[in-house]
């Protein structure tokens, strides 16, 4: 089945230390999309992809960076993370950039920070 | 700027029987499309429902439709005949026709009672 595969789904990291989540695809979509989703919150976009692309929201800190080396996999990197950084993170794809296209969203990675 | 609001943090519903979550949104275009997505515990999001607001018609999906109410800028979601697997938080969101960037609602944390 075609879908969006995040790696891996729990994740503990130190405080400061670097972290990389994944993200893969196999729905050969043009757009892949990065939130922070903290509890019993919202999802918070923090930037996607179109293409090669790269479009980062305004409010997303410099902490957080993102590499897509392929169509299939996009990675979040964390560069120094914080207590405030602990959270669900998920990642999400769509065809294209239409507003009627729907995103279709993998299981998450959940963060947290010692 | 658009912003989106589900009053309602928790309900509960008995099995078999019908629900209505309530999502109200602010915008000042004409043009956008609104969505449920559905996150069951520890699974990812998936799409529910979607609504384009230049169709004046209601949409629905087996058990899901929505009461689509432009002027007064709500969209609440109805499940008929409650199931035990519809025990998830449902987000309402907002998609823009000028931009792909979906705007989440908190989340109204639905639990289907036996």
């Known amino acids: 089945d075609a879908m969006v595969i995040q790696n891996p789904r729990y994740q503990v990291t130190q405080f400061g230390k670097p972290v990389t989540l994944s993200c893969s695809q196999t729905?050969?979509?043009?757009?892949m999309y990065w939130y922070q989703q903290k509890s019993s919150q919202a999802p918070k976009l923090l930037f996607h992809?179109?293409?090669?692309?790269?479009?980062n929201e305004a409010d997303t800190p410099d902490n957080f960076q993102s590499r897509r080396p392929n169509t299939s996999f996009c990675f979040l990197d964390i560069r120094s993370p914080g207590l405030g950084d602990a959270a669900m993170y998920l990642c999400?794809?769509?065809?294209?950039?239409?507003?009627?296209?729907?995103?279709?969203f993998g299981p998450g990675t959940r963060l947290t920070v010692l | 700027a658009q912003t989106v609001t589900q009053s309602q943090p928790e309900m509960s519903v008995q099995e078999a029987e019908t629900v209505t979550l309530s999502c109200t949104y602010d915008?000042?275009?004409?043009?956008?499309?609104l969505f449920w997505y559905k996150q069951p515990p520890s699974r990812q999001m998936i799409l529910v429902i979607r609504?384009?607001?230049?169709?004046?018609q209601n949409a629905t999906e087996n058990r899901f439709s929505v009461n689509f109410q432009k002027a007064a800028k709500s969209f609440s979601l109805k499940i008929s005949d409650s199931q035990l697997g519809d025990t998830a938080m449902y987000f309402c969101?907002?998609?823009?026709?000028?931009?792909?960037?979906?705007?989440f609602g908190t989340g109204t944390l639905l639990a289907v009672q036996p």
């Open positions: 999400a794809t769509s065809r294209d950039r239409t507003s009627e296209g729907e995103q279709f």
């Open positions: 729905l050969n979509h043009n757009v």
């Open positions: 992809y179109y293409d090669k692309d790269f479009n």
């Open positions: 915008t000042s275009e004409n043009n956008y499309y």
């Open positions: 609504q384009e607001a230049y169709k004046q």
């Open positions: 969101a907002f998609k823009s026709g000028a931009t792909n960037k979906l705007i």
